[in-house]
């Protein structure tokens, strides 16, 4: 009998939970950009220079690179509650585009996981 990587079974099942008609709405990715860019206008030249690099990541899908970013971005004291929800939402875009990509058996989306499930 085949037996299903655990890491495939929880994509596929954000991909199926992301069409519900009870789940939030969708946020492109073309909008979380926009919503960091806004967000962090005002921060100063270290943490626009992190988010300049996650939006990039993000517009280019190097899933690992915006996920570190991110996750650096967070970590910082000083964010405003836009600034996290800005945060939040990319990270759940990010999340969203990584069970897509690895249910079309993307690679790059499958090692970015491992990557990430190993460092937790």
Same mark, same amino acid.
């Given at each position: ?55 990039? *990541? =993000?517009? /280019? ?7 570190? !970013?991110?996750?650096? +971005?967070?970590?910082? @004291? ?18 969203? *585009? =990584?069970? /897509? ?7 790059? !989306?499958?090692?970015? +996981?491992?990557?990430? @499930?190993?460092?937790?």
């Amino acid at each position: 009998m085949f037996k299903f990587p655990p890491l495939f079974l929880t994509a596929l099942l954000l991909a199926a939970c992301s069409g519900r008609e009870d789940a939030p709405p969708t946020v492109t990715r073309q909008k979380a950009v926009n919503q960091l860019e806004t967000a962090f206008s005002a921060a100063d030249k270290g943490i626009k220079r992190q988010i300049n690099a996650t939006t990039a *990541a =993000l517009k /280019e899908k190097k899933y690992d690179a915006a996920f570190f !970013a991110l996750e650096s +971005v967070k970590s910082d @004291r000083r964010l405003t509650a836009d600034q996290l929800e800005a945060v939040r939402v990319s990270m759940q875009v990010l999340q969203q *585009a =990584l069970a /897509e990509a690895i249910v079309r058996g993307d690679s790059n !989306a499958i090692r970015t +996981v491992q990557m990430i @499930r190993g460092i937790q």
